[in-house]
């Protein structure tokens, strides 16, 4: 990717200083001003020099080379480097991946209560684990209960154990 993007800087570079070396004073009359100039716009600062919006009307092609400039450099050449914050946690989402990414984190907070349950039980002494050990609950998915229910329930095994 990186050499795509010099790529395109030499390219863009050369093509802002052929159109604009006749002029007299320009931020693009040498070959290293054009790259360095170009580099700056790249980084989005597109009004280095005040009249750098006169010297772009001037020509006709110059109005062009200029929003190509734009449409490649700031916008393509940034998503071409989106890909390889990647492994830095920094992705671009579309709309259509939330649905998965949330469903994706309810699994992840499953996995990571499950976890906690396990490490918490190996923790507990032995004799007070026997006495809370349910050997049977049954839930039937057609019955309707609430959270209240739940924890009476399971209240009422646990003190007629």
Do not use: W
């Amino acid at each position: 990717v990186l050499i795509l993007v010099v790529i395109f800087i030499f390219a863009f570079g050369c093509a802002f200083m052929v159109l604009y070396t006749k002029e007299v004073k320009t931020i693009f009359n040498s070959m290293a001003d054009a790259l360095f100039t170009t580099f700056l716009m790249m980084l989005g600062e597109l009004t280095i020099d005040p009249n750098l919006s006169n010297l772009i009307k001037a020509h006709p092609v110059g109005v062009l080379v200029f929003i190509v400039f734009c449409l490649m450099m700031v916008i393509i050449i940034i998503n071409l480097l989106c890909p390889n914050f990647a492994n830095l946690n920094m992705v671009g989402l579309a709309v259509g991946d939330i649905d998965k990414i949330r469903q994706n984190a309810v699994y992840k907070r499953h996995i990571m209560q499950i976890d906690l349950l396990i490490e918490l039980e190996s923790t507990l002494p032995v004799k007070l684990l026997k006495r809370f050990y349910i050997s049977r609950l049954e839930q039937f998915p057609s019955e309707e209960t609430s959270r209240l229910s739940e924890v009476s329930d399971a209240c009422m095994i646990l003190i007629t154990a």
